[in-house]
């Protein structure tokens, strides 16, 4: 079975934290990619960059490495193996879901290092900047 492709996104992405009871800003939702958590403790949300919110802290100059699906939910191993790659590179992941796909957050600065170990691996990379 071949190894799966990523894409790399064009758009540079912050990641914020927030107070869990912050309300959420309709820049978010107006945004074409968000991914919103919260729990108890706390609220994150990943947008991209052109947004900016007043936030307890943040983590800008992320970049995303999609996982071109759609992807089965029965899979199994593809975010670990991956991840795995990744590790072994010394490339810090933040990961993000949707129901048919999975997004590699990587630091900026650390993005041909991740590309090319993947590319390595075997996976193929597309770039869509």
């Known amino acids: 079975m071949a190894l799966q492709t990523l894409a790399v996104l064009p758009r540079h992405i912050t ?16 945004s074409d990619l968000y991914f919103i958590g919260r729990t108890e ?17 943040m983590d800008k100059d992320w970049r995303a490495l999609e996982l071109l699906g759609p992807l089965e939910l029965s899979m199994v191993g593809i ?4 991840s795995d790659v990744l590790a072994q590179a010394k490339v810090s992941i933040f990961i993000v ?32 900047s």
């Open 79 to 82: 975010m670990a193996k991956i």
């Open 15 to 30: 990641i914020y934290s927030l107070d869990p009871m912050t309300p959420i800003p309709a820049e978010v939702f107006n």
């Open 97 to 128: 879901s949707t129901f048919d796909t999975d997004f590699f957050l990587v630091k900026h600065n650390k993005l041909d290092t991740a590309v090319h170990a993947l590319q390595d691996a075997g996976y193929t990379v597309v770039d869509q």
């Open 41 to 57: 403790e706390q609220l994150s949300i990943v947008v991209p960059e052109s947004i900016k919110l007043a936030a307890e802290d």
